[in-house]
Nanobody, 124 residues
Framework: QVQLVESGGGLVQPGGSLRLSCAAS????????MGWFRQAPGREREFVSA????????YYAESVKGRFAISRNNAKNAVYLQMNSLKPEDTAVYYC?????????????????WGQGTQVTVSS
């Protein structure tokens, strides 16, 4: 099992930027796809972005495409989510997740390990 810890969340004004980090311990992530999900108040958790084990394939939800960028550093056992042009509707708890294998998925059930989440609030 891998332990995932997210950081970098906070309060930002609309149009601002944040960079989320996800640090892993207990297992190397280099053989696993990784993803970011988010959950807004009163809503189900939804897919945001995913990255293949090598970082060569990237996937984004339509709502964040062109504004968010996922990346990873396997040497540091970490994954990142750069969020630009933030909107109030991006407000949510953001979760980092490790896939069950190398297959990149957009569904929660395809991920076996989850972090505790970091709050992102976009408000003026």
């Amino acid at each position: 099992q891998v332990q995932l810890v997210e950081s970098g969340g906070g309060l930002v004004q609309p149009g601002g930027s944040l960079r989320l980090s996800c640090a892993a311990s207990g297992r190397t992530l280099s053989n696993y796809a990784m993803g970011w999900f988010r959950q807004a108040p009163g809503r189900e958790r939804e897919f945001v972005s995913a990255i293949s084990e090598s970082g060569g394939r990237l996937y984004y939800a339509e709502s964040v495409k062109g504004r968010f960028a996922i990346s990873r550093n396997n040497a540091k056992n970490a994954v990142y989510l750069q969020m630009n042009s933030l909107k109030p509707e991006d407000t949510a708890v953001y979760y980092c997740a490790a896939a069950r294998g190398a297959v990149v998925g957009v569904h929660e059930h395809e991920y076996g390990d989850w972090g505790q989440g970091t709050q992102v609030t976009v408000s003026s």
